[in-house]
């Protein structure tokens, strides 16, 4: 049942992910994280801010579930989580498929115009250059 379904991709996490990778400087700050361990310092460096505002930032990426911080004496050692990054991932997966046919669909357009261009006519009319001529 597509409601069933749908009601996975509603859960409160998911939009705490979204939220969190919004913003550019923690996306940054995950991508470095990719690498390896960095204390909060360390991922703070890039981008000229001070302890405790990199310490925002990390804040929000561990309430998404995407970062885990580690008290190591005063250091602090964050890592990357990437569970919830997983599951981003599968919501957008359920969209591929409207992307990906749209996209097939433009590309065997673009062919049969190139074709047409040089002269040639395409061997048989594609499904989608139909598809458009009903939408008219």
């Known amino acids: 049942m597509i409601l069933n379904h749908m009601v996975e991709f509603q859960a409160p996490h998911l939009d705490a992910v979204f939220h969190a990778l919004s913003d550019p400087t923690r ?8 690498d390896g361990e960095h204390s909060v310092s360390e ?3 890039p981008f000229s801010m001070s ?10 990426l ?7 911080r580690n008290v190591q004496g005063r250091t602090h050692i964050c890592r ?8 981003a991932q599968e919501w ?3 969209y591929e498929r409207f992307w990906t046919t749209r996209l097939d669909e433009l590309e065997a357009i673009l062919r049969e115009e190139d074709q047409a261009a040089a002269g040639k006519a395409p061997a048989k009319p594609s499904n989608a250059r139909k598809k458009q001529r009903s939408t008219k």
């Open 80 to 87: 990357l989580e990437a569970a919830r990054l997983a599951e």
């Open 27 to 34: 996306r940054a700050m995950l991508h470095r994280l990719a």
């Open 51 to 60: 302890l405790a505002g990199a310490s925002k930032h990390i804040r929000v």
């Open 62 to 68: 561990e309430e998404a579930g995407l970062v885990r």
């Open 92 to 94: 957008f997966r359920h």
């Open 43 to 45: 991922l703070a460096t």
